[in-house]
Nanobody
Framework: QVQLVESGGGSVHPGGSLRLSCAVS????????IGWYRQAPGKQREPVAM???????NVADSVKDRFTISRDNAKNTVYLQMNSLKSEDTAVYYC?????????WGQGTQVTVSS
C-alpha cells in the first residue's frame, strides 16, 4: 500500500511562490505516473502536473509557464514549484499516484492566494 503525504501549502499574495512536496512510502510495482491534482471550492478536481517513471511530464496549460514538477528519487519525493501564483490557483492540492494496482491519494494541502 502506497502512502502519500503532502506538505508545503500555505497562504501567499498574488505573484508569490510556494513549493509543495509529496513524500512517498510503500512499494510501487511496475510503471506509474505521479503528480498533482487540485480542487477549488465548487469545482471538480483537475490535473495540474504529472511525471511518469520514465520521466515524461505533462503540465496543465493553465499553469504551464508558472509551475514545475520534479522528483528526487533518493528522497522518494515529488515536488511542485509554483511561481507567479494567481488567485485562481487557490485550491486544495492533492498528490496522486497512478499504477497498475490503482490510484492513491494524499490528504491534500491548502494553497490560498489572496491579497
Amino acid at each position: 500500500q502506497v502512502q502519500l503525504v503532502e506538505s508545503g501549502g500555505g497562504s501567499v499574495h498574488p505573484g508569490g511562490s510556494l513549493r509543495l512536496s509529496c513524500a512517498v512510502s510503500g512499494s510501487i510495482f511496475g510503471s506509474y505516473v505521479i503528480g498533482w491534482y487540485r480542487q477549488a471550492p465548487g469545482k471538480q478536481r483537475e490535473p495540474v502536473a504529472m511525471i511518469s517513471d520514465g520521466g515524461g511530464i505533462n503540465v496543465a496549460d493553465s499553469v504551464k509557464d508558472r509551475f514545475t514538477i520534479s522528483r528526487d528519487n533518493a528522497k522518494n519525493t515529488v515536488y511542485l514549484q509554483m511561481n507567479s501564483l494567481k488567485s485562481e490557483d487557490t485550491a486544495v492540492y492533492y498528490c496522486t499516484l497512478i499504477e497498475l494496482e490503482g490510484q492513491s491519494w494524499g490528504q491534500g494541502t491548502q494553497v490560498t492566494v489572496s491579497s
